[in-house]
């Protein structure tokens, strides 16, 4: 009888410790998307914690919509696997993966899969280093471009400014050729692609399109890497090292046009020159110590090739038009190809977690983990500044609520909302009003970029908005 006793009080003391363990344990998401217990742990690049969406004043069956979105996604192939992650508060409530590499279906995402981040470098790179520059008195907004970039003088770029160049309204193109540099022009045949024809082209002008057959230079391009072809596009592919100076006299050679918004990659290849010039060192070196080192971003890097093997990154181009070939592990944007992997305007990698954990560092307005990063004053003012069209903050991208449909956010979004998207099919959203960041990483351009299904479904804005439903009553 005693025994028995005995027996049924460590039954019970177990069943109570139980009862406290599951209210202190929260479901972790794995890689394949289910759920497993794990202890209520601050973000870090290696494990995430999913804390109950309902903490959150969130409707976690409402949240489960974006599984369906992006399942759906990945079975009209608008991509072949993605990352979303979602922190309220500086909590994941949403992490997940999906999908794999390619839709051979070889490698499934995982939390630690890396993406070219494209154009969304912009803000979690380029824009960084400039906002540090502005924190420490280095630089001013009112400051010309040609105070630092000496081949800008005594052209009609001479009087553009920082802030001009970060509010999109500089008056320089959208895009340079600058890969034309190399390009054996007289012995490239004009080739005729066919509609149907899977290999990437390129429109040479508004009569020619061309596959990828381009014969380069020989004293541009090599094959094998030397101290006078020291930049590496691709495997097996170095440029001869004047390209940089040629790309910048392309620049300064460029008849410059309004004033008025125009987005361009332009803009912010020259903010990296000026960060550059003012730093005295390449702008992966300076970002590297100011920022993903010590915030331990182990999975963000410009040339992520030194230091991650090619499987921890998903390829963004099976054939790609230029360097002929897969491209994993090099920048997909030309541009920043052929000027070495470290541009402004592109060439960051990064898996969601990184991405998330840099921007909930500025709405935390510089600080995270006990560490400043940045002040509150200059994340206030380059998050908050918006140009006099309304459609740009100081380098971040923003809803255009008065026109849903040519805005990049959905329509629940309230105009404080800032960040950016990648054309390989990223992006990442912060909402100080709600104290949400929300990103989203594909390789959408695998294996062709041709056509865009990611934005033509609305994929990003359509899970976006389940965020902002999941919060209704």
Same mark, same amino acid.
């Given at each position: 009888m005693k025994n028995r006793i005995k027996i049924l009080l460590v039954f019970l003391f177990f069943m109570v410790v139980m009862n406290l363990v599951e209210n202190n344990f929260v479901a972790t998401a794995r890689a394949d998307g289910d759920f497993s217990v794990a202890?209520?742990?601050?973000?870090?690049?290696?494990?995430?914690?999913?804390?109950?969406?309902?903490?959150?004043?969130?409707?976690?069956?409402?949240?489960?919509?974006?599984?369906?979105?992006?399942?759906? =996604?990945?079975?009209?192939?608008?991509?072949?696997?993605? @990352?979303? !992650?979602?922190?309220?508060? *500086?909590? +994941?409530?949403?992490?997940?993966?999906?999908?794999?590499?390619?839709?051979?279906?070889?490698?499934?995402?995982?939390?630690?899969?890396?993406?070219?981040?494209?154009?969304?470098?912009?803000?979690?790179?380029?824009?960084?280093?400039?906002?540090?520059?502005?924190?420490?008195?280095?630089?001013?907004?009112?400051?010309?471009?040609?105070?630092?970039?000496?081949?800008?003088? =005594?052209?009609?770029?001479?009087?553009?400014?920082?802030? @001009?160049? !970060?509010?999109?309204?500089? *008056?320089? +193109?959208s895009s340079l050729p600058f890969y034309q540099l190399v390009i054996e022009k007289k012995n490239t045949p004009p080739l005729p692609v066919s509609a149907k024809d899977p290999a990437p082209v390129i429109q040479m002008d508004k009569k020619r399109v061309v596959g990828p057959a381009f014969l380069f230079k020989e004293d541009w391009a090599s094959k094998i890497p030397s101290v006078e072809y020291a930049s590496q596009v691709s495997d097996s592919f170095y440029v001869n090292n004047r390209f940089h100076q040629s790309a910048m006299q392309m620049i300064a050679k460029t008849p410059m046009k309004s004033k008025t918004y125009l987005y361009s990659c332009v803009n912010f290849i020259i903010l990296k020159e000026i960060v550059e010039t003012i730093c005295l060192t390449s702008m992966d070196v300076f970002l590297d110590r100011e920022f993903y080192t010590p915030m331990k971003l182990n999975n963000m890097a410009y040339l992520p090739l030194r230091k991650h093997k090619k499987e921890d990154i998903a390829p963004t181009l099976k054939k790609d038009?230029?360097?002929?070939?897969?491209?994993?592990?090099?920048?997909?944007?030309?541009?920043?190809?052929?000027?070495?992997?470290?541009?402004?305007?592109?060439?960051?990698?990064?898996?969601?977690?990184?991405?998330?954990?840099?921007?909930?560092?500025?709405?935390?307005k510089g600080e995270i983990?006990?560490?400043?990063?940045?002040?509150?004053?200059?994340?206030?003012?380059?998050?908050?500044?918006?140009?006099?069209?309304?459609r740009r903050d100081l380098g971040y991208d923003k809803p255009i609520p008065e026109n849903p449909k040519l805005s990049p956010c959905s329509i629940s979004?309230?105009?404080?909302?800032?960040?950016?998207?990648?054309?390989?099919?990223?992006?990442?959203?912060?909402?100080?009003?709600?104290?949400?960041?929300?990103?989203?990483?594909?390789?959408?351009?695998?294996?062709?970029?041709?056509?865009?299904?990611?934005?033509?479904?609305?994929?990003?804005?359509?899970?976006?908005?389940?965020?902002?439903?999941?919060?209704?009553?």
């Open positions: 202890e209520t742990e601050p973000i870090n690049p290696n494990t995430s914690t999913l804390y109950l969406p309902e903490d959150f004043g969130m409707n976690s069956v409402k949240l489960a919509h974006i599984d369906t979105i992006v399942k759906n =996604g990945i079975k009209a192939m608008a991509f072949p696997g993605c @990352q979303v !992650l979602v922190l309220k508060d *500086g909590k +994941p409530i949403y992490d997940k993966c999906f999908g794999n590499y390619t839709y051979e279906e070889e490698q499934k995402v995982q939390p630690t899969t890396i993406y070219d981040l494209a154009s969304l470098s912009k803000t979690t790179g380029t824009l960084l280093a400039v906002m540090k520059l502005y924190d420490n008195g280095k630089l001013k907004l009112t400051d010309k471009a040609s105070k630092y970039l000496t081949y800008l003088r =005594g052209t009609d770029k001479e009087n553009i400014t920082i802030t @001009q160049l !970060l509010f999109h309204e500089s *008056g320089l +193109p038009f230029l360097r002929n070939g897969v491209i994993q592990g090099y920048v997909h944007d030309p541009s920043a190809a052929f000027l070495g992997g470290v541009s402004g305007n592109a060439g960051l990698f990064a898996s969601a977690r990184d991405v998330a954990k840099v921007y909930q560092m500025l709405l935390n983990d006990g560490k400043r990063y940045l002040s509150a004053e200059t994340c206030r003012l380059f998050t908050t500044t918006t140009s006099a069209s309304g979004a309230p105009r404080a909302v800032y960040g950016h998207t990648g054309y390989t099919g990223t992006c990442c959203w912060v909402d100080p009003v709600n104290k949400l960041v929300y990103v989203f990483l594909s390789n959408r351009t695998y294996p062709s970029d041709g056509i865009n299904k990611l934005a033509k479904m609305g994929i990003r804005t359509k899970i976006q908005e389940v965020i902002y439903q999941s919060m209704k009553k």
